[in-house]
């Protein structure tokens, strides 16, 4: 009887671990494709997320890009609810500030506006390479209702390429006082509603800053800014407040709450303002008070110019 020819070795070894690795690999795509699915929203254009990159030319979202989108997923959310009270004809019209590379204009525009028959989304933006191209960037993807404006927050006011109406305003990461142009903007335009995360809120800072020896004879409250970081961080939130009052005093309903979990990002306060007409006496009694308290009367000339009088508050 022949003896039976040994295999060599690690052949079928070979083969299977071959076989294993195709197997892992395709194991690893599907649960890419479904991580990927359950990271992108239904109806999202996918090419535009590869040219926003997002996406990778490979359809992968990475670990920066993923915190990216879902940051302006959850902002989006905030804003659907509002398109959505809003009625679609003649058209809803939408100002971006700080529109950067319009990460938001351009989401907005595919999963909202696109759908409608009218509309437009204006973005309004100072650097004019971001302008150039994003504008490149909806003529190519066919989104003929955007806009991109080279402009500053303050002169889009007195722009005659935007409407004399916008029915809502948006300044997502504005820096220091563009957010209170925004507003300013918001009411001149008579904006329905307006959806602002402030960020790098110096000017009130500036100003404690300037006060703060006198203001330490005066009282014992500006141990509160004394030290340069605690004026830092007590402007930031003295800002936000006046804005809050501010729009209230102008007729607003104010919503205040978290953009997105800390660990994603410390400029993290979203403020929603809804317009009712209803101008508040109190919140332009207590904005007064604020800044009569830290020092700051001289805001008054220059960042709540609209602030109603008496007679025409309730």
């Known amino acids: 009887m022949k003896n039976k020819p040994l295999d ?86 939408l100002a971006d500030h700080g529109a950067g590379k319009s990460y938001l204009g351009f989401i907005l525009y595919d999963l909202f506006f696109k759908q409608c028959s009218s509309g437009h989304i204006y973005g309004i933006e100072t650097r004019a390479e971001l302008v150039e191209k994003s504008a490149a960037l909806a003529q190519r993807l066919g989104f003929e209702r955007m806009s991109f404006l080279n402009l500053t927050v303050a002169q889009s006011a007195q722009s005659d390429l935007l409407p004399s109406r916008i029915d809502v305003v948006t300044a997502l990461h504005a820096c ?3 957010t209170d142009d925004a507003i300013a903007f918001g009411l001149q335009k008579q904006a329905r509603f307006m959806v602002l995360v402030p960020c790098c809120q110096a000017e009130v800072a500036r100003v404690l800053s300037q006060h703060k020896a006198l203001s330490l004879q005066r009282s014992a409250l500006a141990e509160l800014w004394r030290h340069p970081l605690h004026t830092r961080e ?4 003295v800002t936000n407040v006046l804005r809050c009052l501010y729009l209230e ?39 007064r008070e604020v800044l009569e308290q830290f020092g700051l009367t001289e805001l008054l000339h220059t960042r709540f110019t609209s602030l109603p009088d008496n007679a025409a508050l309730a």
């Open 234 to 237: 007590l402007g930031s939130q």
């Open 176 to 178: 220091d006082t563009a």
């Open 249 to 287: 005093a102008c007729g607003y309903q104010v919503t205040v709450t978290e953009l997105v979990g800390w660990e994603h990002s410390m400029k993290n306060e979203l403020i929603l303002a809804r317009y009712t007409g209803h101008k508040k006496r109190a919140a332009a009694q207590r904005l």
């Open 8 to 93: 060599r070795p690690g052949r079928h070894s070979a083969g299977a671990q071959a076989a294993a690795s195709v197997s892992a690999k395709v194991s690893a795509q599907a649960g890419a494709a479904d991580a990927l699915a359950n990271d992108i929203r239904p109806g999202q254009s996918l090419e535009l997320l590869k040219e926003l990159h997002i996406l990778t030319r490979e359809g992968k979202l990475n670990q920066d890009s993923r915190r990216k989108l879902k940051q302006v997923y959850h902002l989006y959310q905030f804003i659907e609810k509002l398109l959505q009270e809003l009625p679609t004809q003649p058209g809803i019209t």
